[in-house]
């Protein structure tokens, strides 16, 4: 396993909640985290979370010269077959759509079928060089309707994560950020690359 030596690592990912989570999980680290501003965005065509977490690491570290850090995840519905998955960003067009109009279509889609769920994420290390290294984590919850709190993003007010009754966008962030698929991946990240 290749460790992160340098002293700059860049977050290759254009979506502002993940850079909120993912700078405070690395902020105990002595390495300059920098956002991915400037560095273009390549097209998701892979099948798995790994693949295009792969792409977007990939194609960021080969722009910029620098060690990059992706991250591809999404909202796994069980009773739909894992559905939204991989293409969580594009379900129902949240970027032009919002979030709500996105969540009530799940909402909708799901009508009274059984309401387990969990969110995925992969995050990939590239360097420069075109070595990848790559992390999974997972955290399992249940989807509830109508939608609740404000913090987060993407789909956290209906995503109540096992074990607790408020949503991802009612509870504090360090709770999140603890127990989150995000936390998880990045935390095997930290114990393998940057321990
Ligand atoms: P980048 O590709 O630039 O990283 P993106 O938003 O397009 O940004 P993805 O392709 O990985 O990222 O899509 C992830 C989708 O899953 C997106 O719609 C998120 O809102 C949603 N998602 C991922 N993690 C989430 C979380 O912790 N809470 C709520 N929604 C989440």
């Known amino acids: 396993m290749r460790k992160i030596t340098e002293k700059e690592v860049i977050l290759a990912t254009h979506n502002a909640g993940k850079v909120v989570e993912m700078q405070s999980l690395l902020s105990s680290f002595n390495i300059k985290v920098m956002d991915a ?7 998701e065509n892979g099948t798995t979370f790994i693949e295009n977490a792969k792409i977007k690491a990939l194609s960021a570290a080969k722009e910029s010269g620098k060690v990059c ?90 995503f109540v994560p096992n074990g607790y009754t408020g949503s991802f966008a009612e509870l504090p962030a360090e709770v999140k950020n603890t127990i989150s698929h995000r936390a998880n991946a990045l935390q095997l990240m930290i114990s393998n690359c940057l321990k």
């Open 69 to 158: 850090i992706a991250d591809d995840s999404g909202l796994c519905v069980h009773a739909l077959d894992n559905r939204p998955g991989i293409y969580s960003a594009r379900y129902n067009e949240p970027k032009k759509n919002g979030f709500m109009y996105a969540m009530s279509c799940l909402n909708d889609e799901l009508g009274d079928k059984e309401r387990s769920a969990h969110f995925s994420c992969a995050i990939v290390v590239a360097w420069p060089d075109g070595h990848t290294e790559e992390f999974e984590g997972q955290v399992q919850g249940t989807l509830c309707w109508p939608p609740k709190g404000d913090h987060g993003f993407g789909y956290d007010p209906m």
């Open 37 to 43: 501003t400037g560095l273009s965005e390549p097209e």
